[in-house]
Structure formats: structure tokens, C-alpha cells
């Protein structure tokens, strides 16, 4: 199985600052997700890549971007974070059918 | 956008009872998984359900996938309280990325 990694279980961060949210896999595997979790809302992907350098908007990939320079790491940025991006960030990997997911990290700005 | 209804949204119960979690949509899926996830935790696959009418057990949990492919079912046999969790359902259209429902959040009362 893949196994995911997210750098950092918890982060606070002040409005306006730039955040990395950094992934990593490691299966040598195209796929790789960002999924935000809110309550209510379920899990909404914000950016995917399915090969290195490649990378394609999801459902709501306003405020943020990625990078995919090496296949097994595949990091989320936040330009210039704001309150409304407090959330649970999921990066996944997937081989077949199946998402592995890292164990998240949950995001506070302030 | 591929809409996944869960229901119920939330579902507590005594330990030892049987109980049934739904996953509905309007969209034929050529696979549909259901995932568990715990408090702080990313999302755990169950199981990937991929023909129509398909029923696959793991211990006290049965799934099944509709005939049609746009529904599926998960049926837990004697909860235990380490059943406790958000379970979520997410379905593919070949090789399209997941959609995810918004889930059931299921307490087991010891």
C-alpha cells in the first residue's frame, strides 16, 4: 500500500502569511490530491496531479496553488492565507481503485 | 458536479445493534468505496465495490453496490464501539477522480 506522509499535524498561522503544506508518498505513484475537509461541507478537492509537473485545478481552487517537482512529493500553497482557509487538509496518493490518505493537518489562521 | 447523498447524516446507537448507512446518487459509477475515518485522522479505505449488485463482507460489515451502480449500502452486524467513526462513500467514473459524500458520522454507545 501507499503510504502518505503530511509534514505537520497541526499549524497557526497569521492572515496574509504564505504556507506550504508539504506530502509525501512513498510508492512510486503518479496520482496525487488535495482535499480541504469541513464540517457539513465533506472532503472538496482543491488541486490534483497525475504525473510530475503536472498539475489540474479541482473544485475549489481559489487562494491556492501546487507544486510537483518530484513524483513522490506534492506540496499545497496558500499565496497569501486568509481566516476563511481554516480548515482539515488531506493530501491522498492512489494506486487502482483505492485514496491513501495522510493523516491531515489542520490549519488555524489567525 | 456528481452529487453522493449519504444518509443518516448522524446515527448513535448501543453497542450490540445492527444498522444500515446509505449512499445515493442520480450518476451511474463504474466503482463506488467506502472509507472510515477517526477523529484527527485521514479517511481509511473499507472496501471498493466495482459490478452492480456486488455484496462484499469484511468481519460484521456488509457493502453493497445497487444494480444500477448509482447506490450503495453498508451494514454493520453487532456494533462494537471501535466502530465509531465518520464513514464516507465515494464513487469513480472510470478513471475520473473520486467524489466523496458528505458523510455519516456513527457513535457506538458502550
Known amino acids: 500500500d501507499v503510504k502518505v506522509t503530511q509534514s505537520s499535524r497541526y499549524l497557526v498561522k497569521r492572515t496574509g502569511e504564505k504556507v506550504f503544506l508539504e506530502c509525501v508518498q512513498d510508492?512510486?505513484?503518479?496520482?496525487m490530491f488535495w482535499y480541504r475537509q469541513d464540517p457539513g461541507l465533506g472532503l472538496r478537492l482543491i488541486y490534483f496531479?497525475?504525473?510530475?509537473?503536472?498539475?489540474e485545478k479541482g473544485d475549489i481552487p481559489e487562494g491556492y496553488s501546487v507544486s510537483r517537482e518530484k513524483k513522490e512529493r506534492f506540496s499545497l500553497i496558500l499565496e497569501s492565507a486568509s481566516t476563511n482557509q481554516t480548515s482539515m487538509y488531506l493530501c491522498?496518493?492512489?494506486?487502482?481503485?483505492?485514496?491513501?490518505f495522510g493523516s491531515g493537518t489542520r490549519l488555524t489562521v489567525v | 458536479t456528481q452529487l453522493l447523498e449519504q444518509s443518516p447524516q448522524f446515527l448513535s446507537i448501543q453497542e450490540g445493534e445492527n444498522l444500515t448507512v446509505y449512499c445515493n446518487s442520480s450518476?451511474?459509477?463504474?466503482?463506488l468505496q467506502w472509507y472510515r475515518q477517526e477523529p484527527g485522522e485521514g479517511p481509511v479505505l473499507l472496501v471498493t465495490?466495482?459490478?452492480?449488485?456486488e455484496v462484499k463482507k469484511l468481519k460484521r460489515l456488509t457493502f453493497q453496490f445497487g444494480d444500477a451502480r448509482k447506490d450503495s449500502s453498508l451494514h454493520i452486524t453487532a456494533a462494537q464501539p471501535g466502530d465509531t467513526g465518520l464513514y464516507l462513500c465515494?464513487?469513480?467514473?472510470?478513471?475520473?477522480?473520486?467524489?466523496f459524500g458528505t458523510g455519516t458520522r456513527l457513535t457506538i454507545i458502550p
Open positions: 465495490v466495482v459490478t452492480g449488485g
Open positions: 496531479s497525475y504525473d510530475v509537473k503536472m498539475k
Open positions: 465515494a464513487g469513480a467514473r472510470g478513471n475520473e477522480k473520486l467524489t
Open positions: 510508492m512510486d505513484h503518479e496520482n
Open positions: 491522498a496518493g492512489s494506486r487502482g481503485y483505492g485514496y491513501t
Open positions: 450518476s451511474v459509477f463504474s466503482s
